[in-house]
């Protein structure tokens, strides 16, 4: 006994360690980022479990993927991520028999989009954002199911220290490939000095980055969720350094919906676990009124960005989606298909909002489709949820984290993780899957 705990404290000072080289050499660029990477790769390995290991790649493979397609070598992520998913569907078959009746929902929907995709003419788009929508659907599926089936093989704490670790990872590899690093002065002053520093480097057309700084932002905080509503028991320094982490991942990636979400996350961890005391009341009104005051004191520039009107009426993302609900207006029924939307005269524009991608292209009908594919098993769910909340709180916040993530950027083809999410609850109701 005294060994396996030895073991796994040992395990804890090589995660610290690493978490601190990590952060170090985002600030003084102690090594490469390829080194790095390697070095993930060996710690996960040594001190994970390994069905947290499979799950961690299969949802984070394209990390990696985005590193070495610098390479050339696009084939990484697809290895890890497939690879991986092979790994933990072993565990699934057993279920094999049940999931046509959990996500035979998910299964319509996508026969929906076949539909419009067949009955629609014009861009051939349509059939790439298919087969990614589909290279999405199944990897995601198969890792949530195996999440909530599997609860008892897995730990959220190591699984949310990665998330975050590899957000720092991706931090520090960007800088990298622009040519600059933080400082203390931009962790202080410029909220969005990263997001600047970003747009000018894509501006000299050297677009080379597969994951976008609102992604490593999201990714932050999904690694706090796994974290904070875990219901193995966690020392209060290891969540405080989680917590520090992921603030340090939010502040850097500059997206305002990774930093909402960050404060719902605090917000909810109060009420579920802490409860609504005097003492916490005063505890989140200092925090609040501690980030008025640094915002108070940011930069213009960073003020402008962070209170929208870098992006407000008359912008690029603006002028997108005026042009896709134009195109809803004269398609209102079926909309111009899946995949479709064309913008400038071209295909495979975002539309930077989930509801106005999936009106455009889906029309009403596959809209009302989609909502209520996503808030039946919620309804469903939603008495067996209440009185489980600590089990479910991660899943209906990592649900939340990708709605929000979907209402500025990213597409159906990376959010119709949304619909598996809420179908993963509604199964486990089902089983009855609880941690107490």
């Known amino acids: 006994m005294n060994s396996l705990i030895m073991s796994e404290t040992v395990k804890k000072y090589i995660l610290l360690a690493l978490a601190l080289l990590l952060t170090g050499n985002l600030f003084f660029n102690i090594t490469s ?3 790095l990477s390697f070095i993930i790769i060996v710690v996960q390995l040594l001190c994970l479990r ?10 984070l493979g394209s990390t990696f993927g985005a590193f070495y397609a610098q390479n050339g070598v696009r084939f990484v992520g697809s290895v890890l991520i497939w690879g991986s998913a092979l790994i933990l569907l072993a565990d699934l078959l057993k279920y094999k028999r049940h999931w046509y009746t959990h996500y035979y929902p998910l299964a319509f929907f996508i026969f929906v989009i076949i539909i419009s995709i067949l009955t629609t003419s014009g861009g051939t788009y349509s059939s790439e954002k298919f087969i990614s929508m589909i290279m999405n659907v199944i990897p995601y599926t198969i890792a949530f199911t195996h999440l909530l089936l599997y609860r008892e093989k897995h730990s959220f704490t190591h699984i949310g220290l990665m998330f975050v670790l590899f957000s720092i990872f991706l931090l520090g590899f960007m800088n990298e490939q622009m040519g600059v690093k933080v ?10 000095g990263f997001r600047v520093d970003i747009n000018e480097y894509l501006g000299g057309d050297k677009d080379v980055f597969h994951v976008s700084y609102q992604s490593i932002g999201i990714h932050g905080c999904l690694g706090l969720i796994y974290t904070l509503f875990s219901s193995e028991k966690e020392s209060k320094l290891f969540k405080t350094l989680v917590i520090v982490l992921s603030t340090l991942v939010v502040w850097y990636a500059a997206a305002r919906q990774a930093l909402l979400l960050f404060v719902v996350i605090i917000l909810s961890y109060f009420v579920i676990y802490k409860g609504l005391s005097i003492k916490n009341v005063f505890i989140v009104s200092l925090l609040v009124l501690g980030g008025y005051v640094l915002l108070q004191n940011l930069d213009s520039d960073s003020l402008s960005f962070l209170m929208g009107s870098t992006e407000g009426k008359n912008s690029a993302r603006d002028r997108i989606m005026q042009d896709a609900m134009s195109q809803f207006y004269q398609h209102p029924i079926f909309g111009v298909g899946f995949g479709r939307f ?3 005269g071209e295909y495979g524009c975002n539309e930077h909002n989930l509801f106005v991608e999936l009106l455009t292209e889906l029309g009403i009908i596959g809209f009302l489709i989609f909502i209520i594919l996503c808030v039946k098993p919620l309804l469903a769910s939603y008495n067996f949820v209440k009185h489980h909340i600590q089990t479910y709180a991660p899943f ?4 939340l984290s990708y709605f929000l993530r979907s209402m500025v950027s990213s597409d159906l083809r990376e959010t119709v993780v949304i619909l598996i999410l809420a179908l993963c609850i509604q199964m486990g109701k089902k089983y009855k899957i609880t941690t107490a």
Do not use: G, R
Request: no cysteine; hydrophobic share 60%; net charge negative.
């Open 33 to 35: 980022s390829l080194v």
């Open 183 to 192: 400082n203390l002065n931009t962790l202080l002053f410029s909220f969005a």
């Open 50 to 59: 390994k069905e947290d290991s499979t799950f961690i790649f299969l949802l």
């Open 342 to 344: 064309y913008h400038m």
């Open 396 to 399: 209906i916040l990592l649900l």
